[in-house]
């Protein structure tokens, strides 16, 4: 994993780093952009959990040749058991299979390949994909 920022702070005692100011994470061919995220590792320095703040968006792919594009107003993966959580405003769209779905918070398991979404009195859920027409 490799971290871009303009403004780095940690914080060894408390396991955690603050990464600030046009924040790019990258690994392998996934990115995440955010205005701060904050790192929290475990006891064993492992990572525990990364959120993300301010103007997030990302591109990750997946072993089964799925591609996955979204944004929210904050974003938290927590690695070990491969929960991406997308909070306020969030849309995530699969680029393969042209899916895309938009909900106040969106909860994927990258394992399970299980989605949770909520949505809002004034903002429902929505579902978008293409159907072909059987009539061409």
């Known amino acids: 994993i490799e971290i871009e920022s303009l403004k780095f702070e940690a914080y060894d005692d408390k396991g955690i780093t603050v990464f600030t100011g ?3 994470i990258k690994k392998g061919l996934d990115r995440m952009h955010a205005d701060n995220v904050t790192v929290y590792l475990d006891k ?3 990572i525990e959990r990364f959120e ?3 103007n997030t968006s990302f591109v990750f792919n997946f072993e089964n040749n799925s591609t996955f594009v ?3 107003d ?3 993966y927590t690695p070990k058991n491969g929960e991406f959580k ?3 405003s969030a849309r995530i769209s699969d680029i393969i299979n ?3 779905i938009i909900g106040e918070e969106v909860i994927f398991f990258e394992k399970t390949k299980v989605v949770k979404v909520l949505g809002a009195k004034m903002n429902p859920v929505r579902l978008i994909f293409d159907v072909e027409d059987s009539k061409k």
């Open 22 to 24: 046009n924040v790019l």
């Open 74 to 76: 904050k974003f938290i």
């Open 44 to 46: 064993d320095r492992q």
């Open 70 to 72: 979204g944004s929210s």
């Open 86 to 88: 997308l909070l306020g």
């Open 98 to 100: 042209s899916k895309e």
């Open 52 to 54: 993300a703040s301010g």
